[in-house]
C-alpha cells in the first residue's frame, strides 16, 4: 500500500535527520533571502520563504515548525493531508504546489491556506463549491506558462486575462496574484528575463481587472536570487534547506 510506503521512508527519514543540521540550512537560507532583497531595495519580511517539504519526513517539517517557521508547500494531497495530521499545529500555513485531479479539489479548502498552480477554469470552479460549502476563503494563484513548450502547466499569458477573470468572481476563492515555474533545463539569465515577464504580465493584469495582485511565486533553490531582483513575494525552496529529497 502506498500509505504504508510513505510511512516507512518517514521512519526512516526521522532516524536520518540531524536537526542541528538542518536549522542551520533553513537559517543559511533566511539570511541569504534576506540579503539579496536588501539588495534590491526589498524589506526581508517582502519576500517569504515556503518551504517545499514534499517527499521529507514529517519530523523535518516538526523540527522547522517548532523553530518558528509556519509555511510549508506539499505537491501530493494524501502526503500532506497525513503530515498535516501528524504536525496537528493549527498555526502552520499550507500551499499547495502541485497538479490536482478535480475529484480531489474537496480535499484543498480548509486544509490549505493558499493554492498556486491554478490554471483551470473547472478545477476552479470544483474548489470554489467545497469553499463556499465551508465557509472558508482559499487564496489562489494562477500559474503562467510562459511561452516554453516543455513547461507542462499553466495557463498561455493571452488566456491569462479571462481565466483570471472568472476567478475573482468566484466566491470562496481569492485571487491574490500569479505563479511560474520555468523549465530546469533554462540558463538563468533566460529564466531572470521570464520572472521579469510574470511581474509585467502581473501588472497588467492588475490594471485590467481592477484587482490588487500582490503575490508573485516564482523562484526555486537553483533561481530564487533571480526570482527575488525580479519582485517575486514568495519563493518555493526545497532542497536549499532540507537537502536531496528522499525518493
Ligand atoms: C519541488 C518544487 C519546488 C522546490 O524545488 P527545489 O529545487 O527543491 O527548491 C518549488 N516549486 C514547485 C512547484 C515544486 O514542485
Redesign the pocket.
Known sequence: MKHDNLEDRDAEGSARIDSRELIWRYEETRNTVAEIAARHGREPGDVRIIA?S?YQPTAALKILAGHGHLDF?E?YIQEALRKQGELALPELHWHY??RLQRNKAKFVPGSFTMF??LDDELLASSLQKRSKTRGSVLEVLVQVNLGQEIQKGGVLPDQLPELAEKIRRMDGLALRGLMA?PPFSLELPEKQRLFSELRDLRDKLQSQIGLALPELSMG???DFPQAIAEGATMV?????IFGE?PR
Not at 518555493?236 to 536549499?240: D, E, Q, V
Open positions: 517545499v514534499k508547500g505537491n504546489l502541485g498556486h498552480a515555474l526555486t533553490t537553483d518555493r525552496i526545497g532542497t536549499r529529497r
